[in-house]
């Protein structure tokens, strides 16, 4: 992701550089960083979701279709999974997940489809089969009244599971889990969610789609693996030297007549 950004390994440590001068005689690093990495994510999402995708359930004057229709056109679905073939790309692994619920706080009530970020999931597989899913969570940081909670969203065939834990403070980086609280005691009165919610379907709400993996492995590979920084780096550099070596011929110190060296 911070490649596709524009902050790779190169820009954070400045290598590379060239010395610019400035009015106060002060050395300061300049570096060219190329959007490479966004061009490579960005031709393959198009390539692949440019054009927002037909969907069709039955005959098209049927009730389900339609009731589809209403569906990807309320979510508008086509820039939807756009943006998650851009994700998946840079993260390696792209997480949809379905709900029934409201947009907004009062809003009305309609089938949601929505991303959630890769580094939000986490699953619990079997031992003996990588690929078989035992339980599948969305995990998040909740501030309530200047507090910090660890919210768990569990997902199995058929139901959902709402928790959370008390966090304590920050120490390099992580957080202790504490105390387990009710969900009423983070939330606004009537807003918090059930912890046990049946969903009548028999498969899992969340929807994980990798980007590239080899057999026997469960998690997505982004599309910049493999070497893709280093050359990123090499590219830099060279751009940043010829950008330097330019401004030196366009400024140069010393002006000859021609053929006074030689």
């Known amino acids: 992701e ?25 050395r300061r690093k300049i570096s060219l960083v190329l959007g490479y990495p966004q061009i490579i994510t960005n031709v393959g999402a198009d390539f692949l979701c440019g054009e927002s995708p037909t969907f069709t359930l039955g005959k098209a004057s049927s009730k389900a279709n339609k009731a589809l229709k209403s569906v990807t056109a309320a979510n508008t679905l086509g820039p939807t999974l756009y943006e998650g073939a851009v994700s998946s790309s840079f993260r390696g692994d792209l ?8 947009r907004m706080r009062g809003g009305p009530s309609e089938v949601i489809l929505e991303e959630i970020p890769a580094y939000n999931y986490f699953v619990d597989v079997d031992q003996d089969n990588r690929r078989e899913v035992i339980a599948e969570h969305v995990a998040w940081v909740r501030v309530w009244e200047k507090k910090r909670y660890l ?19 920050v120490v390099d980086g992580l957080s202790e889990i504490r105390d387990q609280v009710l ?44 070497g893709l920084e280093g050359l990123m780096e090499a590219l830099n550099n ?25």
């Not at 768990?152 to 304590?168: C, K, S």
Request: aromatic share 10%; hydrophobic share 35%; charged share 25%.
């Open 95 to 102: 997480v949809m997940r379905g709900r029934y619920g409201a």
């Open 183 to 226: 969900l009423e005691e983070i939330y606004e009165e009537g807003e918090a969610p059930a912890e046990e919610t049946p969903t009548g379907i028999s498969t899992s709400l969340l929807v994980h789609i990798p980007n590239t993996r080899k057999g026997g492995e469960y998690w997505g590979r982004n599309d910049y693996a493999g």
């Open 151 to 169: 919210r768990l969203e569990t997902h199995i065939p058929g139901t959902v599971y709402q928790r959370a834990w008390l966090l304590g403070e």
């Open 2 to 26: 911070a490649l596709y950004d524009g902050q790779s390994r190169f820009a954070r440590l400045g290598c590379w550089i060239r010395d610019a001068i400035t009015e106060k005689r002060q």
């Open 238 to 262: 060279r751009m940043s030297r010829i950008d330097q070596y330019l401004d030196k011929h366009a400024a140069p110190r010393v002006i000859a007549p021609p053929g006074l060296l030689g």
